[in-house]
């Protein structure tokens, strides 16, 4: 089965009988609309799902309350998602219509599958990577002599294979695909493949070919975060507790940066995607978060989800033509393009190198089987210690490594400053748009080198899920107000935003919107509140849980490998 496109994903139901006008209740409005068509339509079907409590007390112990509605409706409790003040669960569709009616939840959406996407076949010939010499890596090694020292990355995703070019550099390495509540400290390995090749374009250092195939940030620590199975697919909830696992460990390993090379469909509102809620809070916890933007191009509005959210950096792909200029460059065929499905965001950010990179290799995963046509020979040819691999999987984390260096160099910086600084140094490409290639290639030379600490707030609002943690941990700071003139320069009850204090504050959507959230002192925030596996798993089998084939397209069928699903080309 391969990873790029060959595995099951969970069929997404539009409903398409016109509904009355008027006709949407507030039940409705709780449930996302993807799974309340299935739900409606399926009554006795069960769902994978996640469910997030209610902020209405605003007293925290939301994932205990989440936990709590799902038993009343007679569902199965999955794992606890403190991170995103919720739980995942399974329930019949039936259940789910009876949950909305609960007072104690807030939204629910579908624990979707996400793949890691990658590999497009787009049938060229197999090439070399300039990728590392393209965003002028070797330069700031040699000119500032930043190497992403002591800076910790953690990879979310299938693994980390032991190689030596990352010997004595993953320091720490966890396993949630397992099922089982919490992460178990393992060995490092890969099963899948994919994650490997991905850490070695962040921190490689060359030593199986001589320096020939280094990663960007080959001097930077790296903790291996296993949510991705050995097929190339995940569910939100596996995904989050991998991101709830980072954020409680984080000064244990200075864990600055995440990268995540995968991507679940964009069904819904940033504001109500339990990955995106997850992403902002490693965000706001000081971890810079990136992600790629997905291989679904050359369509429109195709950026996966989290790469939706405005507060992580979204990593769009190129093709280097094989050389290490950009005066050949070309926007990749399969990358994302913007704006963003649902609310219509700027996307990619930036883009880096993705066609055919070179990297390291997991010997015996299912990658190394399934392509055997992309092993590339190091110092000993009769054991190649590399692969090669596209998509925008591989741009993420040469980014990715390039914030590495960024943080080795300058420490202070914050995730907004890393973002608006790697934004602000990117090179103008001459294609591409802001909705294609976003800012530009992304610079090590020029983002390590600059010395801006500026960063703007953010334009859009953070997601409901995150305001609703938040707001027990930010009581009684200062608040500070993006736009005086916002809703007629008045709140939801008519206090003029001058006016309102914590005790006349109306904790909604407009207040969201208009607060500064980089205002509030984070140092002071006790992450830990919501960095907990508070709630075990009952037993769910997620194999159990009906997920339904996409049909196959003619050209598809008896492809070699193909088992159903999309296959990118």
Known sequence: MRWAGFCLVAVIVTATQATPAGAKTHKDAKVSPALLALAEAKPRNDFAVIVRASSKLNNGHHAERAAGAVQRAHGKVGRGLSIVGGASALLTGAEILELANDPDVAFVSLDEVVTATFDPLDGAALASSPGTLEVGAPAVWRQLGVTGKGVGVAILDSGIAPHPDLAGRIVAAVDFTSGATGGALVPPADPGGHGTHVAGLVAGDGTASRGA?????????????????ASGSTNVSTLIAGMQWVLAHRADYNIRVVNLSAGGPATTSYRDDPLATAAEVLVFAGITVVVSAGNEGPHERTITSPATDPYVITVGGIDDSGTATTADDALASWSSRGVTPIDGLAKPDVVAPGRKVVSLRSPGSTLDQELPDRLVAGLDPL????????????????VTGVVALMLEGSPTLTPAQVKARLKGTATALPFGSPETTGSGMVSAVAAVGASDQSASAAAEPVSAGFASEMYPLVYGQPLVWRDL?????????GVAWSDVSWSTLVWDAITWQNLNWGSFKWSAVNWQDIAWEDIAWEGITWEDVAWELVPLKDKDKGRKGHRGGKVLD
Do not use: Q, W
């Open 485 to 493: 003139t916002l809703n007629g320069g008045v709140d939801s009850n």
């Open 383 to 398: 054991v190649p210690a590399y692969f090669r691999l596209s998509g925008t999987s591989m741009a993420a984390p040469i």
């Open 213 to 229: 195939y280094a990663g960007v940030a080959p001097g930077a620590n790296l903790i291996d975060v296993r949510v991705i199975g």
